[in-house]
């Protein structure tokens, strides 16, 4: 039974929802997956790797020379055995993607972020600029010929990688990609991106979460608005408007439907519509399975700031999150934005609606007044579910305190309330987060890599445009000192490692952050962009030291 068939449908199980389905190619990648692990043993071993193979040939010539593999009593494979199997039947993991020159790249492009006056920060910036170059890529033609050998998704423009063992688009990534090309002007390549997330949305209803076939259960924090709404800005480019509103609009129904769609009545007795992660999926993701597997049935369903702080009591369909109600407030105003630019004013009417409705839900259930942030709301055994929805209580915020607490600070609706940016801001100056090199993600130390002691570009970038959007002098002066940390803390760690990495520790300036699934990773998509990104904003005086203090 699905959650859109309960005796109630406005209270949602946490549990249960439509499954999408596997195929036969993942299936067998997953079972190669768990033999590899037994050989060679969980020291390094990455199981993203196994599900990122393609054929050679075809799958069932592949099935029946595994099946005749030799195997010890205990069901292992001899390392000789699989080496020479894997190198027979499979091709490298990442060669289904080829380098692909950016149409619009330039190496020494004019005009390049004139503010930035240090002459060593310039050359920095031009050596990120390059990596943009590093990791552009389009799909092999093999894909195309073959789909069922390989779990890429084809995609119909070059796309950006983030880097290391991620070799595909990312969605929400691609944000940040967007705005380090929109600070070099390469507008064509930040297009490409957009046009390969609108098919994306065409072809299964919303943006996987990446662009492999086992991503087709679960999305991203929504963030395609975003990019549509910031390249028409820099552009004013009508056909980009014109051609993904329908796919915007179509991404906001799947946000506000079924299973992600949940009904709280708060204090006053009013019925507020939020929404929440949930993934088609109800098995370990296939990319980690070997590694979240002895935890399961937990509930992994979405890639989220906090979500694997505590693996052994996951729930994160139970939670009504506060940034993901953010992003889907953002993409109401953007679709409205967007609508009025075309002339479709009964759209714009419509989601301007959507907006008020929305931001009066975040206020009434998220904001906290003692705390001055607003809270990710728990639907928890205690919730009580009535015929129309859950009822609010105050108990069921959680009063941890995280940085995307914060991220309602970057929507206009918000920033623009001088009263409230202030008391937010001094929420978060007294908060703890914001250290030596960045804006901590939470307070608690679990080791996990969504956690303290990690800093992750995008969460800097959010809460300082955010900032920076108010208007405040105040709150510009606070953005600045975080951007500072922060491209201090890039810049050195770059030196010392030659790489741009996805994630830095918030409290030592030049290291890379660590903890979680899988190793550190550097390239790197997101962390490029919002280095570019803040240079542009703030630029750097000839005078300001670069190096940690």
């Known amino acids: 039974m699905t959650a859109t068939s309960q005796t109630h449908p406005a209270c949602l199980p946490m549990d249960s929802g439509p499954v999408a389905p596997t195929n036969p190619l993942l299936t067998f990648l997953e079972q190669l997956q768990e033999t590899a692990l037994k050989t060679l043993g969980p020291k390094n071993f990455d199981p993203k790797l196994y599900v990122d193979l393609s054929l050679k040939s075809n799958l069932s010539t592949a099935q029946d020379a595994f099946n005749r593999l030799p195997r010890a009593e205990n069901g292992t494979v001899s390392f000789t055995d699989l080496d020479f199997f894997m190198q027979s039947y499979w091709n490298g993991a990442g060669e289904d993607l080829v380098y692909a020159e950016p149409v619009d790249f330039s190496p020494e492009p004019e005009g390049f972020l004139p503010a930035v006056e240090n002459p060593e920060v310039r050359e920095w910036a031009l050596e990120v600029h390059w990596l943009w170059k590093s990791l552009c890529r389009r799909v092999a033609g093999g894909v195309l010929e073959s789909p069922e050998k390989h779990t890429l998704i084809a995609l119909p423009q070059p796309v950006m990688i983030p880097g290391s063992r991620f070799r595909e688009v990312y969605y929400w990534d ?190 009434a259930i998220f904001w906290n007044e003692e705390m001055g942030q607003w809270l990710d709301y728990w639907l928890s055994d205690r919730t009580t579910c009535k015929e129309d929805g859950y009822t609010w209580e105050a108990s069921n915020q959680n009063r941890n305190v995280f940085a995307s607490n914060f991220i309602p600070l970057w929507i206009e609706l918000f920033n623009s309330d001088g009263t409230l940016v202030e008391k937010v801001m001094q929420s978060f100056r007294s908060s703890g987060l914001l250290r030596a090199a960045g804006i901590a993600t939470s307070l608690t130390n679990t080791g996990q890599q969504w956690d303290f002691l990690n800093g992750w570009a995008p969460l800097q970038h959010l809460i300082v445009e955010g900032l920076v959007r108010s208007g405040s002098k105040e709150a510009r002066y606070l953005a600045e000192d975080i951007a500072v940390r922060w491209i201090r803390t890039n810049y050195v760690a770059y030196k010392k490692s030659g790489a741009m990495h996805e994630k830095y520790d918030v409290e030592k300036c030049g290291e890379f952050g660590g903890g979680g699934e899988y190793n550190p990773q550097t390239g790197f998509g997101w962390s490029n962009g919002v280095v570019l990104a803040f240079l542009e904003e703030f630029g750097w005086p000839q005078d300001l030291k670069i190096y940690c203090q």
């Open 174 to 363: 691609s944000y940040w990609v967007i705005r380090g090309l929109l600070a070099r002007k390469m507008y064509e390549t930040a297009k490409g991106i957009v046009s390969n997330l609108v098919y994306l949305v065409d072809e299964f209803g919303f943006v996987l979460n990446g662009a492999r076939t086992y991503y087709t259960n679960r999305s991203q924090p929504p963030l395609l608005s975003s990019m549509v709404h910031d390249i028409y800005i820099r552009t004013g480019d009508m056909d980009l408007a014109k051609e993904s509103l329908p796919a915007l609009v179509k991404e906001h129904d799947f946000w506000n439907s079924g299973v992600h769609r949940v009904v709280v009545c708060d204090a006053q007795g009013h019925n507020h519509t939020l929404s929440r992660y949930y993934a088609m999926w109800n098995e370990p993701r296939p990319e980690s399975s070997t590694i979240v597997y002895p935890l399961w049935p937990i509930s992994l369903r979405k890639k989220n700031y906090r979500d694997a702080s505590d693996l052994t009591t996951l729930a994160t369909t139970s939670i009504i999150p506060v940034d993901l109600n953010s992003f889907i407030l953002k993409m109401e105003l953007d679709i409205a934005f967007l609508a009025n630019v075309i002339g479709d004013s009964t759209t714009a009417a419509h989601f301007i609606e959507a907006a008020q409705a929305r931001k009066r839900a975040m206020n």
